[in-house]
């Protein structure tokens, strides 16, 4: 009888241990998936907010386009230019040429673009 409680009481104490594993793997493992989904929002946004500025001081430095005039903003890598100012219809296809050049653009909208 009592190699029966000696026995009952390790499988016990296994089944206990061996729960508790895979509690802690599971807890663990939550907050390291939580970390991957950030650590790819920040790659997007850093991402997005290089191609904004290497899109914007290729058009500020490109002769002929009003480059100070024309907004940029990249979501997704998806570029939308901009502008209050009218621009000719030439400086507006330069204008998208230069910015589906840049590496990490997938499309870009000019429907903001005022063109002449």
Do not use: Y
């Not at 493992?29 to 899109?55: G, L």
């Not at 903003?73 to 230069?98: F, P």
């Not at 589906?100 to 673009?113: E, F, N, P, Q, R």
């Amino acid at each position: 009888m009592k190699k029966f409680a000696i026995a009952a009481a390790t499988a016990t104490a296994l089944t206990l241990t061996m729960a508790n594993v895979a509690m802690a793997q599971t807890s663990a493992q939550a907050p390291m998936v939580v970390a991957a989904n950030e650590v790819a929002k920040t790659k997007e946004a850093t991402s997005d907010t290089w191609i904004t500025t290497k899109v914007k001081s290729d058009l500020l430095t490109e002769k002929g386009i009003p480059g100070s005039d024309i907004k940029v903003e990249t979501n997704k890598g998806v570029v939308s230019l901009s502008s209050t100012v009218a621009i000719t219809e030439s400086q507006k296809t330069t204008a998208v040429a230069i910015t589906k050049k840049i590496k990490g653009v997938k499309a870009v909208s000019a429907d903001g673009l005022k063109a002449e």
